[in-house]
């Protein structure tokens, strides 16, 4: 059971470049979400969905967007990636509100 | 804005020493789980409390929720190498959202 699968592990882009992080999770769990983790900053929220074609903001939305056009798939794209942006970031899901979370291993963003 | 603080921030301590991590909000949850990290992995999940007073055991690791359900503590008897690692709370208010705490960094020294 591979669980939460994030692709890729690692990527380093230029100031101003595109790029979609990759998630997918095969718990059949309605509930999916997007974090960010930085130093001495525990993880923050960035966009969720409670289901297939709904999304909405979290903590820290600006310059991310989602979308959720299968239960099973939840990317994240960056629109003109900025440096503030380098993180690790994490996908998670879940099967309810208060059901503990899932996590993919995260992706290493680096931007120059 | 919903707060959850971790105490302490870092913690080196010695091969068998106990210690005790803890996590403390103004707000009142309805779920806390305590998660463990390693390097390069996601946050895994160790325990769920769910009931004020609530204590759970996990072989060596103590868990409690406080009777109002605004605070959890951590425990670690005689601790090992291999608990090394980023120890993270996290608060379910009933929404969607969970609530984060920072961390706690351990490390001990074999």
């Known amino acids: 059971n591979a669980g939460v699968t994030q692709t890729p592990k690692f990527q380093v882009l230029k100031t101003g470049q595109s790029m979609t992080l990759q998630c997918a999770q095969d718990?059949?769990?309605?509930?999916m979400s997007w974090y960010r983790q930085d130093p001495g900053m525990g993880l923050r929220l960035i966009h969720y969905?409670?289901?297939?074609?709904?999304?909405d903001q979290g903590e820290v939305p600006n310059g991310y967007n989602v979308s959720r056009s299968t239960t099973e798939d939840f990317p994240l794209r960056l629109l003109s990636a900025a440096p503030s942006q380098t993180s690790v970031y994490f996908c998670?899901?879940?099967?309810?509100?208060?059901?503990?979370?899932?996590f993919g291993d995260g992706t290493r963003l680096s931007i120059l | 804005t919903q707060l959850l603080e971790q105490s302490p921030q870092f913690l080196s301590i010695q091969e068998g020493e106990n210690l005790t991590v803890y996590c403390n909000s103004s707000s009142v949850f309805s779920s806390l789980q305590w998660y463990r990290q390693e390097p390069g992995e996601g946050p895994v999940l160790l325990v769920t409390v769910v009931t004020g007073g609530e204590v759970k055991k996990l072989k060596r690791l103590t868990f409690q929720f406080g009777d109002a359900r605004k605070d959890s503590s951590l425990h670690i008897t005689a601790a090992q190498p291999g608990d090394t690692g980023l120890y993270l709370c996290?608060?379910?208010?009933?929404?969607?959202?969970?609530?984060f705490g920072a961390g706690t960094r351990l490390f001990v020294k074999a």
């Open positions: 718990m059949n769990h309605e509930y």
């Open positions: 996290a608060g379910n208010t009933g929404g969607f959202k969970t609530i």
């Open positions: 998670a899901s879940r099967g309810g509100n208060n059901q503990p979370q899932h």
């Open positions: 969905s409670v289901g297939a074609g709904i999304t």
